[in-house]
T-cell receptor, first 114, second 109 residues
Framework: DVKVTQSSRYLVKRTGEKVFLECVQD?????MFWYRQDPGLGLRLIYF???????EKGDIPEGYSVSREKKERFSLILESASTNQTSMYLC?????????????FGPGTRLTVL | DAKTTQPTSMDCAEGRAANLPCNHS???????VYWYRQIHSQGPQYIIH?????ETNEMASLIITEDRKSSTLILPHATLRDTAVYYC??????????WGAGTKLIIKP
């Protein structure tokens, strides 16, 4: 069974802390994505990666960075967490087709920044 | 901006067909329409996608109008487990999915 896993389901951090969210996929997918989801706003793309060591900004990259050192792992980093980064964070992966037809999602990490 | 518009919520009786509409009048000729759903507390799940022709898989059918300005997702025999938020999605020029707020579908016993 294909799987995308995220390091934590729930996370509570304090303002100013550095936060790492980890995502691992076991499908040998080239593409990986990080989204955040807020009530009434749908999913918004933060960063994505088409290959190891490659990264592209999505729609809302400010305040975030990413790392992809291995094909199966894509990390989202909040350099200095702020309360407006309290959100649900979703990781996804897909095969390298234009349009990313089928993205496989992890269960999400609900991050609260106090 | 999302390229699609959907009703905020819908109800459907268990065992009946659930028909979820979507308007995508600004979608361009070579852009696919995708449908995902998100069950509470889970990540989104891919359902189906299409370009011009109607499509069917084990989960659902997708009916796309000839002018491609709208489509309908059909769940032929809805069950309580189909209660979820359903997203009709277009893609931007970089082929990234543009998510709207979706339709909250409630299946009632």
């Amino acid at each position: 069974d294909v799987k995308v896993t995220q390091s934590s389901r729930y996370l509570v951090k304090r303002t100013g802390e550095k936060v790492f969210l980890e995502c691992v996929q076991d499908m040998d997918h080239e593409n990986m994505f990080w989204y955040r989801q807020d009530p009434g706003l749908g999913l918004r793309l933060i960063y994505f990666s088409y290959d190891v060591k490659m990264k592209e900004k999505g729609d809302i990259p400010e305040g975030y960075s990413v790392s992809r050192e291995k094909k199966e792992r894509f990390s989202l980093i909040l350099e200095s967490a702020s309360t407006n980064q309290t959100s649900m964070y979703l990781c996804a992966s897909s095969l390298p087709s234009k349009g990313g037809h089928e993205q496989f999602f992890g269960p999400g990490t609900r991050l609260t920044v106090l | 901006d999302a390229k699609t518009t959907q009703p905020t919520s819908m109800d459907c009786a268990e065992g009946r067909a659930a028909n979820l509409p979507c308007n995508h009048s600004t979608i361009s000729g070579n852009e696919y329409v995708y449908w995902y759903r998100q069950i509470h507390s889970q990540g989104p799940q891919y359902i189906i996608h299409g370009l011009k022709n109607n499509e069917t898989n084990e989960m659902a059918s997708l009916i796309i109008t000839e002018d491609r300005k709208s489509s309908t997702l059909i769940l032929p025999h809805a069950t309580l487990r189909d209660t979820a938020v359903y997203y009709c999605i277009g893609a931007d020029s970089n082929y990234q999915l543009i998510w709207g707020a979706g339709t909250k579908l409630i299946i009632k016993p």
